[in-house]
């Protein structure tokens, strides 16, 4: 199979650092008894299946864009920064509020900022590692300050009938501060795959250009989250171990030099097996996905800020983050904290 490489760096941006994270989840909880009561499942299924014991879900106030401006904040306060130095704010999400605007707009709007360049980046479960990817030369154009957020509400478009996708999800946001500084965390290398050529594997049927959303459509479920699970799961742990070796080759890293693997939170059988294929000797696989679920593009944040708000990430410490989902669209950052 072609790489489908469509972006990398080839050297260091030291001059753009990761300030400050921040990361926000609904407060409502649900268990796996609740979720999976409709869909024919019980507590023991679910954690067997995937090692979920229980997700979050937004309630019928919250949108999108709610969780991604509290996440914002949340790393805004922890890197030390107002939102008036913002110079841009990327939201990585497949569940915007709206088709139009961008989500990042009305994140803009909450924050109280005007003029920022704000703009949405769709690549489903990989896209935070995506949008990190587009903000560093904007900042070194434009100075100021960067927001990339990851953030998605899954829990709008699950079947609750169906078994295979509804016990996976929950809802969330995560949120990371760029800015240029000689001190800090900073992303050493990039690298983004696409995979079109399998991009029916994980699919919302109805409700774009190609399939308007209309009473045939709802009546068929079209609107909601379908995902050829056997598939994905034998994607992942097929090709994720070979672009890994490749990534950390074109990045001159031996991988017994990775301290920690920060992956999308997709379901925790799923990420042991993975994880046992990488051979990452030193590494340590951190995990959120037993209390919040598959977050989408919102994991690999969360799971970041949880590792960094715990203390178990130091500095001269390398991490790999890794996203891998719709389209499918992977994604790898090497960063340097």
Known sequence: MDNGTIYRTGSPIREVRILGTGACVPD???????????????????????????????TPDQATSDLATAAARAAMKS??????????????????DRPQPPTAAYVQQNLGTSGT??????????????????????????????LVIGADVYSRILNPADR????????????????????????????????????????????????????????AGLQYFAMDGREVRRFVVEQLPQLVKAFLHEAGVEAADVDHFVPHQANGVMLDEV????????????QTVTHYGNTG???????????????????????????????????FALVQW
Request: glycine fraction near 14%; charged fraction near 15%.
């Open 28 to 58: 409502r909880i649900v268990s796996n008894d609740e979720v999976g009561r409709p869909a024919g499942v019980d507590d023991a299924w679910i954690t067997r299946k995937t090692a979920i014991r229980e997700r979050r879900w937004a």
């Open 79 to 96: 890197a030390g920064i107002t939102a008036e130095q913002l110079s841009v704010i990327a939201v990585a999400t497949s569940t915007p």
């Open 117 to 146: 360049a704000a703009f949405d980046v769709n690549a489903v479960c990989s896209g935070t590692v995506f949008a990190l990817s587009a903000v560093g030369s904007v900042i070194l154009r434009r100075g100021g300050y960067a």
């Open 164 to 219: 295979r996708t509804v016990v996976l999800f929950g809802d969330g946001a995560g949120a990371l501060v760029l800015g240029p500084t000689t001190e800090g965390p900073f992303v050493r290398h990039v690298a983004l795959h696409t995979f079109g050529e399998l991009s029916g594997l994980i699919r919302v049927p109805a409700g774009g250009s190609r399939q308007p959303l209309d009473h045939a459509g709802l009546d």
């Open 275 to 286: 994880f046992s294929g990488l051979a990452l000797p030193r590494a340590t696989m951190h």
């Open 297 to 331: 593009a919102a994991s690999i944040p969360i799971t970041l800020d949880a590792a960094v708000r715990a203390g178990d990430i130091r500095p001269g410490e390398l991490i790999l983050l890794a996203g891998f989902g719709g389209g499918m669209a992977v994604s």
